[in-house]
């Protein structure tokens, strides 16, 4: 208990960090009303818009202010979502809350990266199991090529070939887009590729090593059937790099799978960080920058609860002398 | 006749598949194994005994071996037999665990940490004799009270790092006996264990196979343990039976020559009774040269330590402040004289090493004063204390990890010498053949490396390093331990001819009570950080007075096949330990002199 509290105060402090980290960025990098309205902006309208956003208050005001409205839920209304012409002094009440569009984008970023996900521990795992129970062979040589190829393949090429055959010659699925569950087959593959490999490659290694030990000689001594003693006396005990190597890719896959969602022109919050880049939008930014950096801190510590599920001795939170 | 055995093996040969064809480990071993009988195969490492036990239930497959030859005949339960060398993948999984039940040596590492007691003992007997979860807590609750664990209840439910290494080995056995098999097979279990807990283990499962029936076949190294164990002896060298007998004729009448020299290597507790020096062993096949002279103790002072503490602290709670402290040295005090061996003997967890580590300040003691030669050795700067060093050298316990594999031997022994320029050129090279000659080396093994060396002749070559810079102590801690008995023989007698050459003094830390008799002139035994008896080592081996030390000795087992070993059984509860709260201060200890030189501890109020 005393550890899980110490954990989520571990988390909160690198989450003010970031937030702070981005709030002073953002104002590092110059003007932002300039920055977003372009050089050939007018004294007005650039006026207008410092007044509308209170960039006129002194920095550690702003800074304060922006703390305490994240606090509440408030991330600010953007400066551009939703205008078609450029705001005025009445930003606050005609413009959109930030944390609206981010939370919008989220559910595709979800599923995206849970069928991603879903695709790649299976195959990862099932590859290195296969691989470490018959080291050496064939299958482990297959495996090995494999697992390479799939941490080293580029990205947008394995997509567009999959599109060419899948979705072109085949016709079985959309080239992209967002709605039906076909759309998300192709771009899940496209990211599974790579966790796909690494999964396999720490999942052969770390059950290797288990296969070794001690403990599975005991398993086979009691009649245990091999499959048994390989898929849950080793790999039960190889589980924390392998659940590591997950939370890794995981929190790679929510912080935006930018090509493969540019690719298949799939909303998600990569596709939004890059619009809100383009076009300046510095509230929108921080808060897409501040949402993936706490989903990632999320699945961190989901991950170090798995961890004391997983290792009864890590549980117990002492180490034996 | 056939009826009366229960497992034989026949002209059994295994081999390994390597690069360059297989690698044979054994051939033409037969022996049978009748109900009720214990067996014990006896052999050094590279004997081929383990994998001849890996064998009789195709495991030795799991480790990449296979059955090449003979024949494996067992007489099933049903009254069938059984060719286990040609049996089927599924026949074999209804006999392992089953019909057949078996115990490693490592009781830390044979058990799966990730899986509670419970879970694993059920696991056997929901697959062989289908019990539901319920029933196979039933049942694993009685075979955890039949090993004698105390609170069985909570002990399934606990997981196997919270078992002390003697309860895991319990769990292991009762394990192994969960499902009734006639045969236990028993890979080397007690040698990973502290001697006293080996006495209980040992004991019981001399008390399960009568309360069973079951026949125990008995994998040692531990002629000692073969004496108290065996109805009979079957001896393994290089991957062959050398002979086979009664335990009794084995021991009085040993015909092969190798079990002779087996035998006489073991140094037997009782052995040195009467002599006040140290002697060496008798080794057969080499002319017994006899001590060249008597291994006399100085008189002079060499090193003194009293009040010497080191705890290390249990960090926990939110900040991770201390909580806790475990007092690992508490208060230890003794001197050691030129020329002369003290031994540290204690079991693990007694700090035995600890101390030795902290006279070196490979540790750094939080308190307590170290004295050689009248300096003030925890004083000392980092470079009065590098001077010193050339005069304290250590010895590791590890032959494999305390060598560096990447270098020549050479190099690693002329490593001191030019740490501090003592030498160099060709007075270099001399001075490192010369310390290979006295170490008995040859000298062609100058340019190897570890890896081409057994583990003996890597202790040579660690001894060899530590005496290179002509050093006047040795701190040996657990120097023979990692030893075949055979090769332990050839080091301690070495050491030995070094001191009464060169004229050293040892500290002697070891967990093993028969070889501190041979070695030592003066005995410490720790216990839980404390030295609770020192004195000469005939007052504290011949005449022990703290209750520990008489514990210690009774337990260190004997040649003597008639010894008892059930009368040690116990119900294991906790274990004490030395851990306690942060700013605990226990009070110094007392002692009282019971005759000149032979201290022993007050019993503590606790």
């Known amino acids: ?321 | 006749m056939a009826e009366s055995v229960l497992i034989r093996t026949d002209n059994l040969k295994v081999q390994f598949p390597s690069k360059t064809g297989p690698v044979t480990a054994v051939e033409d071993i037969s022996f049978s194994v009748r109900p009720g009988e214990i067996v014990c195969i006896v052999g050094e490492s590279g004997s081929g005994k383990s994998v001849t036990s890996f064998s009789l239930m195709q495991l030795v497959k799991f480790n990449g071996g296979m059955i090449s030859g003979g024949a494996i005949t067992l007489h099933r339960r049903d009254g069938t037999t059984v060719d286990l060398r040609n049996a089927s993948e599924d026949q074999m999984r209804g006999i392992r665990g089953n019909e057949i039940g078996m115990i490693f040596q490592e009781p830390m590492t044979a058990l799966n940490p990730a899986f509670t007691v419970g879970w694993q003992m059920a696991e056997g007997l929901r697959i062989h004799m289908g019990l539901n979860r319920v029933q196979a807590d039933r049942r694993s609750l009685e075979l955890l009270r039949m090993v004698r664990i105390s609170e069985p209840e909570n002990r399934l439910r606990q997981y196997p790092h919270e078992l002390s290494g003697g309860m895991r080995q319990r769990v292991m056995i009762a394990m192994a006996l969960a499902c009734k098999p006639h045969l236990l097979i028993a890979d080397e279990p007690t040698t990973a264990l502290d001697v006293t807990v080996q006495a209980e283990i040992l004991g019981l499962i001399d008390l399960l196979r009568e309360e069973t029936g079951a026949a125990i076949l008995l994998i040692t190294h531990d002629m000692a343990v073969v004496a108290q164990m065996a109805d009979r002896v079957v001896v393994m060298f290089r991957g062959r039976k050398v002979e086979e007998g009664p335990v009794r004729r084995i021991l009085s009448e040993p015909q092969h020559e190798y079990t002779k020299a087996l035998l006489a290597a073991v140094p037997k507790l009782g052995d040195m009774s009467q002599k006040p020096n140290p002697e060496p062993l008798k080794i057969v096949g080499e002319r017994y040269r006899g001590p060249a002279k008597p291994l006399i103790a100085g008189k002079r002072q060499l090193l003194t330590v009293s009040g010497l503490v080191k705890r290390f602290p249990v960090r926990g709670g939110l900040f991770g402040r201390t909580t806790a402290n475990v007092h690992a040295v508490e208060n230890v005090s003794f001197g050691i004289n030129d020329n002369e061996t003290l031994a540290l003997v204690g079991e693990s967890g007694s700090g035995k090493s600890v101390t030795g580590r902290s006279i070196l300040r490979l540790e750094e003691p939080d308190s307590g004063k170290v004295e050689f030669e009248n300096r003030n050795v925890l004083a000392l700067d980092s470079t009065e204390m590098r001077d010193l060093r050339r005069n304290m050298q250590m010895v590791f316990q590890d032959p494999f990890g305390s060598l560096n594999p990447h270098k020549q031997l050479f190099d690693q022994v002329a490593e001191p010498i030019r740490n501090f320029r003592l030498d160099h050129g060709s007075a270099l090279e001399d001075r490192v053949a010369n310390l290979f000659d006295r170490v008995h080396l040859p000298r062609s093994f100058l340019r190897r490396y570890p890896v081409e060396l057994s583990g003996g002749q890597r202790q040579r070559v660690a001894i060899a390093r530590a005496l290179a810079p002509n050093p006047k102590f040795i701190v040996a801690d657990e120097a023979v331990s990692a030893l075949d008995v055979s090769v332990q023989a050839q080091v301690l007698n070495l050491m030995l001819e070094l001191q009464a050459d060169l004229g050293i003094s040892y500290l002697f830390i070891s967990h093993d009570v028969a070889v501190v008799e041979r070695v030592a002139h003066r005995v410490a035994v720790m216990y839980l950080g404390r030295i609770v008896e020192i004195g000469s080592r005939q007052d504290v081996l011949e005449n022990p007075q703290h209750g520990y030390t008489k514990t210690l000795i009774a337990a260190v087992p004997t040649l003597d096949p008639d010894a008892d070993v059930r009368g040690r059984v116990k119900t294991l509860s906790k274990v004490p330990s030395a851990i306690f709260p942060a700013g605990y201060e226990p009070e110094p200890p007392e002692y009282d002199e019971i005759s000149n030189g032979h201290y022993v501890l007050k019993n503590e109020k606790q």
């Open chain 1, 1 to 321: 208990m005393a550890y899980l509290i110490k954990r989520i105060v571990n988390s909160a402090i690198i989450l003010f960090l970031t937030v702070s980290f981005v709030f002073f960025a953002g104002r590092l990098i110059g003007d932002p009303a300039l920055n977003m309205l372009g050089p050939g902006a007018s004294d007005v309208a650039l006026e207008n818009l410092r007044r509308a956003a209170g960039l006129n208050d002194p920095i550690l005001i702003q800074y304060f202010r922006y703390v305490v409205n994240l606090l509440s839920g408030d991330f600010g209304i953007s400066y551009r979502y939703g205008f078609s012409v450029l705001p005025s002094e009445r930003l606050s009440e005609i413009g959109q809350p930030v944390i609206d569009i981010v939370l919008e984008r989220l559910p595709a970023t979800f599923f995206l990266a849970a069928a991603a996900m879903g695709f790649a521990v299976p195959i990862g795992v099932f590859m290195g199991v296969t691989a470490a129970a018959y080291p050496r062979s064939a299958a482990d040589r297959i495996v090995t090529v494999l697992s390479l190829a799939g941490v080293s393949i580029v990205q947008f090429w394995l997509g567009l070939m999959l599109i060419v055959f899948f979705a072109v010659q085949l016709g079985w699925l959309p080239t992209g887009g967002y709605g039906e569950w076909q759309h998300v087959i192709l771009p899940a593959l496209t990211l599974a590729a790579r966790p796909i490999g690494r999964i396999a490659q720490v999942t052969r290694s770390a059950v290797l090593e288990e296969l070794a030990k001690p403990y599975i000689m005991t398993a086979h001594a009691k009649g245990v059937p091999v499959n048994r003693v390989v898929y849950l006396h080793s790999l039960k005990n190889a589980a924390i790099p392998i659940v590591t190597m997950i939370g890794d890719e995981l929190s790679a896959l929510l912080t935006g799978a930018i090509l493969v969602e540019k690719i298949f022109a799939w909303p998600g919050i990569g596709l939004l960080i890059i619009d809100s880049l383009s076009r300046s939008d510095l509230p929108l930014i921080q808060a897409s920058i501040v949402v993936v950096a706490a989903l990632v801190v999320c699945v961190n510590l989901l991950v170090d609860l798995a961890y004391r599920l997983l290792n009864p001795r890590i549980r117990f939170g002492k180490t034996e002398a």
